[in-house]
């Protein structure tokens, strides 16, 4: 499968933990649907301490993962609230 374009989108999102709404990621985002996954190369700020867990509620939102041969976090469903 192809890689993700390696120009970043220009669409700034910032992801919060949908259990506490605590900031988590500053993501460029391409595209209109929903965050399924975050390639770690398109994350601009990183408020968490351990990748994929809330660093306040401590609840799991994503796991590490290869995507295309990039490496990303694969988002839980309902875990995450976009703004």
Do not use: D
Request: net charge positive; charged share 25%.
């Amino acid at each position: 499968m192809a890689k993700p374009r390696s120009k970043a989108p220009t669409k700034s999102v910032t992801v919060f933990c949908n259990k506490c709404r605590h900031k988590l990621l500053q993501y460029k985002k391409g595209g209109n649907g929903s965050l399924i996954k975050c390639f770690i190369e398109r994350i601009t700020k990183n408020y968490t301490e351990t990748l994929g867990v809330c660093p306040n509620c401590e609840s799991q939102f994503g796991r590490e993962t290869m995507i295309r041969g990039v490496p990303a976090i694969k988002i839980v469903g309902g875990k995450v609230l976009v703004k």
